[in-house]
């Protein structure tokens, strides 16, 4: 279901910004079909000083680069896309299929790097996601913390070629603002390392 | 004096809902994205999270009268009610949309329908509320 004024929110370069520090051109994709998650993602994103593109559904986004493989007359998503958020869970295409879409794709979108966001910590499903190449797995509801820590390092070009490991913490009492980085706790047996070609994250497996 | 007391009142409110359970952490997340630009944005998320909610319940209300009960749909719909209250921060409402949730995975349709009507009343309630809250906030 498409609501005309929620689906394309473009933020265009001239367009002032009311983040005070908005210094980069960083954009993000965000892709959600709950209203409400997409609100706050959208805020979240623009208090870290991000450019906000946000769509309700997996084919938008796919639409909005350009590879939906119509002949796409939009001229503005030519405005790079630095870094796409979506849900897992959506109806039609999930999550994880826009994910997959986008990875294999042989031209340069397929570098740009994709979080999973869900509410539901599925290590199957974390592993499945990390495996196809998302870059992290985010438990809804996001917080404020974990935008600013996911773009502060994939604007410092962490996301290729390094063994960057961290933890998403299950608990939010987390105050500061920087990152805690915490050695895998467990290693996946049937990876190698070469056949990962981008940053692992573990969410800490919470059986309490 | 006034604006004193409603300061106050609007507090003790506010510590009254986490105390008792109806919003957590994540509330607090939402207040915080507030600035001067933007100073009803927990209002705002909160009264489209309302405007969802009564979609969802009709869609419920309608799935609960088919007679069998569709589980599957049952679920679908209550996993996108339970995302946006877990959102908003709505712990009570959450946790009524879980119970629900596994009612359905053992296809139990007295627990849906025990379940449907208490998570009915504990949104009622918290709506109530959190209009109070955002009334007093003005």
Same mark, same amino acid.
């Given at each position: 279901?498409?609501?005309?004024?929620?689906?394309?929110?473009?933020?265009?370069?001239?367009?002032?910004?009311?983040?005070?520090?908005?210094?980069?051109?960083?954009?993000?994709?965000?892709?959600?079909?709950?209203?409400?998650?997409?609100?706050?993602?959208?805020?979240?994103?623009?208090?870290?000083?991000?450019?906000?593109?946000?769509?309700?559904?997996?084919?938008?986004?796919?639409?909005?680069?350009?590879?939906?493989?119509?002949?796409?007359?939009?001229?503005?998503?030519?405005?790079?896309?630095?870094?796409?958020?979506?849900?897992?869970?959506?109806?039609?295409?999930?999550?994880?299929?826009?994910?997959?879409?986008?990875?294999?794709?042989?031209?340069?979108?397929?570098?740009?790097?994709?979080?999973?966001?869900?509410?539901?910590?599925?290590?199957?499903?974390?592993?499945?996601?990390?495996?196809?190449?998302?870059?992290?797995?985010?438990?809804?509801?996001?917080?404020?913390?974990?935008?600013?820590?996911?773009?502060?390092?994939?604007?410092?070009?962490?996301?290729?070629?390094?063994?960057?490991?961290?933890?998403?913490?299950?608990?939010?009492?987390?105050?500061?603002?920087?990152?805690?980085?915490?050695?895998?706790?467990?290693?996946?047996?049937?990876?190698?390392?070469?056949?990962?070609?981008?940053?692992?994250?573990?969410?800490?497996?919470?059986?309490? | 004096?006034?604006?004193?007391?409603?300061?106050?009142?609007?507090?003790?409110?506010?510590?009254?809902?986490?105390?008792?359970?109806?919003?957590?952490?994540?509330?607090?997340?939402?207040?915080?994205?507030?600035?001067?630009?933007?100073?009803?944005?927990?209002?705002?998320?909160?009264?489209?999270? #309302?405007?969802? *909610? &009564?979609?969802? %319940?009709?869609?419920?209300?309608?799935?609960? @009268?088919?007679?069998?009960?569709?589980?599957?749909?049952?679920?679908?719909?209550?996993?996108? #009610?339970?995302? *946006? &209250?877990?959102? %908003?921060?709505?712990?009570?409402?959450?946790? @009524?949309?879980?119970?629900?949730?596994?009612?359905?995975?053992?296809?139990?349709?007295?627990?849906?329908?025990? *379940?449907?009507?208490?998570?009915?009343?504990?949104?009622?309630?918290?709506?109530?509320?959190?209009?109070?809250?955002?009334?007093?906030?003005?």
């Amino acid at each position: 279901m498409t609501i005309a004024g929620d689906v394309f929110r473009l933020n265009l370069p001239q367009v002032l910004d009311d983040s005070p520090s908005c210094s980069q051109d960083f954009h993000v994709l965000a892709v959600d079909d709950s209203h409400v998650d997409r609100k706050v993602i959208e805020r979240l994103l623009k208090i870290s000083s991000c450019k906000v593109t946000v769509v309700d559904s997996g084919t938008r986004a796919l639409q909005y680069l350009g590879l939906d493989g119509e002949q796409n007359s939009i001229g503005f998503n030519s405005a790079k896309v630095n870094l796409i958020m979506t849900d897992y869970s959506m109806p039609g295409m999930t999550g994880y299929e826009l994910l997959k879409k986008i990875k294999q794709e042989s031209s340069m979108f397929r570098e740009i790097p994709v979080v999973i966001m869900s509410s539901e910590n599925i290590l199957t499903r974390i592993d499945r996601c990390l495996e196809e190449g998302a870059e992290e797995f985010l438990l809804k509801p996001v917080k404020l913390s974990d935008v600013k820590r996911l773009t502060d390092f994939i604007m410092k070009g962490e996301t290729k070629g390094k063994e960057k490991r961290s933890h998403k913490r299950r608990r939010s009492d987390d105050q500061s603002s920087s990152p805690s980085t915490l050695p895998l706790s467990k290693s996946h047996p049937s990876l190698s390392p070469s056949s990962l070609s981008s940053k692992r994250s573990r969410l800490q497996a919470d059986f309490d | 004096m006034d604006r004193n007391q409603s300061h106050r009142q609007l507090a003790a409110m506010k510590q009254s809902l986490f105390d008792q359970g109806y919003l957590d952490e994540q509330f607090i997340q939402l207040e915080e994205l507030q600035d001067d630009a933007n100073p009803h944005f927990a209002e705002e998320i909160v009264t489209l999270y #309302f405007r969802d *909610s &009564s979609r969802f %319940i009709s869609n419920l209300d309608q799935a609960m @009268e088919r007679n069998p009960l569709d589980f599957g749909k049952l679920d679908s719909i209550m996993h996108q #009610f339970k995302g *946006s &209250s877990s959102s %908003i921060g709505a712990q009570k409402v959450k946790a @009524e949309c879980t119970l629900f949730r596994e009612y359905c995975a053992a296809e139990n349709a007295e627990g849906c329908m025990r *379940s449907f009507q208490q998570l009915k009343k504990e949104y009622a309630v918290l709506r109530k509320k959190l209009e109070t809250y955002f009334q007093l906030a003005k």
